[in-house]
T-cell receptor, first 113, second 112 residues
């Protein structure tokens, strides 16, 4: 069935380091892809999204490119900050904006000064 | 930006008791979702609700769970007889334009 696989955490980085969090998805249908972020004690916030192959989603310095050939949607940021410490969830949907989301297990990012 | 509002933010209940979690989704939306996140685990789909009917439910959503739209704006998730393993964060979500979803801030349910 449909699934999303994320790299396990925690990912521990120093401030200003480069971040990559890997995400792959099952290639059924034509999913939209998302990254959500959950800060400590808070709910889920949409970080970025891409709706078709080769689209790049970006927000707050984070980027992810929808790669159909590798069924991947890796999250990257060139220079992380302490305030980026959170749990990041990769998720997929299908072509229809009313469909459910399927989430990965989440990756905890810890950034130290 | 449109918001999804959930109440209460935290509820503690005794095992076997009924709980009702409330959500006010983005207005004029017909689709609503409930998701669950057990502490430290991934977010799991529970149920989707379209035009006053369940459109899809997961295997988690057994007979102990029900959803209603009692007054046209509020959207509730009821757990009839809570179990310890129902302790989790419960999120309500509305789809938004361009394939996005807006989540509420969640209700933390603790069953003791």
């Amino acid at each position: 069935g449909d699934s999303v696989t994320q790299m396990e955490g925690p990912v521990t980085l120093s401030e200003e380091a480069f971040l990559t969090i890997n995400c792959t998805y099952t290639a059924t249908g034509y999913p939209s892809l998302f990254w959500y972020v959950q800060y400590p004690g808070e709910g889920l916030q949409l970080l970025l999204k891409a709706t078709k192959a080769d689209d790049k989603g970006s927000n707050k310095g984070f980027e992810a490119t929808y790669r159909k050939e590798t069924t991947s949607f890796h999250l990257e940021k060139g220079s992380v900050q302490v305030s980026d410490s959170a749990v990041y969830f990769c998720a997929r949907s299908t072509s229809y904006n009313t469909d459910k989301l399927i989430f990965g297990t989440g990756t905890r990012l810890q950034v130290f000064p | 930006e449109p918001e999804v509002t959930q109440t209460p933010s935290h509820q503690v209940t005794q095992m076997g008791q009924e709980v009702i979690l409330r959500c006010v989704p983005i207005s004029n939306h017909l689709y609503f979702y409930w998701y669950r996140q057990i502490l430290g685990q991934k977010v799991e789909f529970l149920v989707s609700f379209y035009n006053n009917e369940i459109s899809e439910k997961s295997e988690i959503f057994d007979d102990q769970f029900s959803v209603e739209r009692p007054d046209g704006s509020n959207f509730t998730l009821k757990i009839r007889s809570t179990k310890l393993e129902d302790s989790a964060m419960y999120f309500c979500a509305s789809p938004t334009a361009n394939y996005g979803y807006t989540f509420g801030s969640g209700t933390r349910l603790t069953v003791v």
